[in-house]
């Protein structure tokens, strides 16, 4: 292109070689400038300052990096829009696969653009006799020109999208590699001999695996060995049908029971040298009479005593009820009577105790509170089975059971035995308290007797109400003596 970018060569527009005031950032060394207007006839006069805001619109666009415009000609009707395209060219190439779409819309926009950038440029090819059509041409070339340029904009911002999409989309693809990066340091592939490295060549870790194609199996390193992964069920004699489908005598081989026979005893044979052994441990020849209590020296005379002042059982108890007095073998009913006559009752002790200086803790009013047992302080006969989280359970049975439970200072208050198993209440309330919950108030205890029979085991808790709540000491206030701070008491005995 023309040295004289945009410069318009015309007898009434001399020209000047040095940039209007604040034009300079659009001045190039060679270029000129318009010195004055212009007027022909009676059209309108353009001003100088018109011409050279004309003129730095249009040569800014070539002032983008890397436009190559010495192959255009300042006479060519098309030279505006040809300067857009390749502006926008050299913008957004980098770019165009994210925004295409935008800078295809520029594109058009600029071509717009152009086509009115045609117009004012023919027209003022004609200002020395039509500078007033000049004049209006110029104008809308101006507007033309600063459309091109909002177009402009809008495409770079598109490319700045498609950037930061393409900086995502690279993200995504670096984690998935490090993914399988990681998978592959993990299961190594197939190998017919054992690999000593991963797949990048680092030391194996724990857990790598990989397929042993002579064994035809999967291996797994366990930090110092490559062992089988995986253990086949193929020959192992399962219990299928409870090992019915297998040869008896194979099957107890197999588990190693092959000297084990579990005919019935009738069936049992005995070698000779068995009946030999067996027949030489007594003798024959020998004999016993049959003791009673009173043959001399069965028993002290004072034991004999009290064995004669024991209750005569009936038939329902021990024996067949017949005068001989001939003993029965006991029925676990019958047992279980008798039990009740022979000795005292299991009983067990469950507490709830406190180090020393411990209240027994917030009493909250409004609903039944759970209150705290932690220690089995009695049970000889095993009858309480567990403890755990304030709550006990018991062995089947029948029992009778009485609960203590101190409060101090909730006015009315009361307690019951809670079924957790079944989740109901047992038949029996505790008795009904009051203790004030004034400055002079002290303490009381709500007591309840209940009986339970149950054929399984069942878990219980104790459970307290109040009307005013009372925090840290509303379920009893310590002593401070130095021993253990008691609150909550469970007495049990089991009848049976």
């Not at 270029?31 to 004055?36: D, E, K, P, R, S």
């Not at 505006?80 to 779409?101: F, H, M, N, Q």
């Amino acid at each position: 292109m023309a040295d004289d970018a945009f410069g318009l060569k015309s007898p009434n527009n001399p020209k000047a070689y040095t940039p209007p005031a604040g034009l300079e950032a659009v001045h190039r060394e060679g270029n000129t400038w318009a010195i004055q207007g212009d007027r022909t006839e009676n059209t309108s006069h353009i001003e100088v300052n018109q011409w050279n805001y004309m003129i730095a619109l249009w040569r800014g666009l070539t002032f983008v990096e890397g436009v190559d415009l010495s192959d255009l000609n300042s006479g060519d009707p098309m030279l505006l829009k040809e300067i857009v395209v390749r502006s926008i060219d050299a913008v957004g190439g980098p770019y165009l696969t994210g925004a295409a779409a935008a800078a295809s819309t520029a594109t058009t926009k600029a071509g717009e653009a152009a086509d009115s950038a045609d117009i004012a440029v023919g027209a003022a090819g004609t200002a020395t006799t039509k500078a007033g059509e000049a004049a209006g041409s110029a104008g809308t070339a101006a507007g033309a020109a600063g459309t091109a340029t909002t177009k402009a904009a809008e495409a770079l911002a598109s490319a700045n999208a498609a950037g930061t999409a393409r900086a995502a989309a690279e993200s995504a693809r670096d984690a998935t590699l490090a993914a399988f990066d990681e998978f592959d340091d993990t299961y190594l592939g197939a190998f017919a001999v054992a690999p000593t490295t991963d797949n990048d060549g680092d030391p194996l870790q724990p857990g790598a695996l990989y397929f042993d194609t002579v064994a035809e199996s999967m291996k797994l390193w366990t930090g110092s060995a490559w062992v089988a992964a995986y253990v086949s069920a193929e020959g192992v004699p399962l219990l299928a049908n409870n090992g019915s489908d297998y040869n008896t005598a194979v099957f107890r081989a197999n588990i190693g029971l092959n000297n084990v026979n579990n005919t019935s005893d009738a069936d049992k044979p005995v070698s000779t040298a068995q009946a030999a052994a067996l027949a030489g441990k007594a003798s024959s020849g020998h004999s016993h009479s049959a003791a009673t209590s009173a043959a001399p020296g069965f028993m002290a005379a004072e034991d004999k005593a009290k064995l004669d002042a024991i209750e005569d059982y009936g038939a329902a108890d021990v024996g067949d009820g017949d005068d001989d007095e001939t003993p029965l073998a006991p029925t676990e009913a019958a047992l279980m009577a008798a039990a009740k006559k022979w000795g005292a009752p299991s009983y067990a002790l469950i507490l709830d105790r406190k180090a020393s200086g411990a209240s027994g803790g917030t009493f909250t009013a409004g609903a039944w509170q759970k209150r705290d047992l932690n220690h089995i302080r009695h049970d000889p006969g095993g009858i309480v089975s567990g403890l755990l989280s304030g709550e006990f359970t018991l062995i089947p049975g029948k029992y009778e059971i009485a609960l203590f439970a101190p409060a101090y200072r909730v006015n009315n208050h009361q307690i019951r035995l809670y079924d957790v198993t079944n989740g109901v209440m047992v038949e029996g309330e505790g008795s009904s308290e009051f203790v004030t919950n004034g400055a002079a108030g002290s303490s009381t205890k709500s007591n309840a007797f209940v009986h339970v029979d149950i054929s399984e085991a069942t878990t219980y808790r104790v459970e307290h109400r109040c009307e005013v709540s009372n925090s840290s000491i509303g379920f009893g206030l310590s002593t401070g003596f130095g021993g253990w701070e008691v609150y909550t008491q469970v007495h049990i005995e089991k009848m049976g």
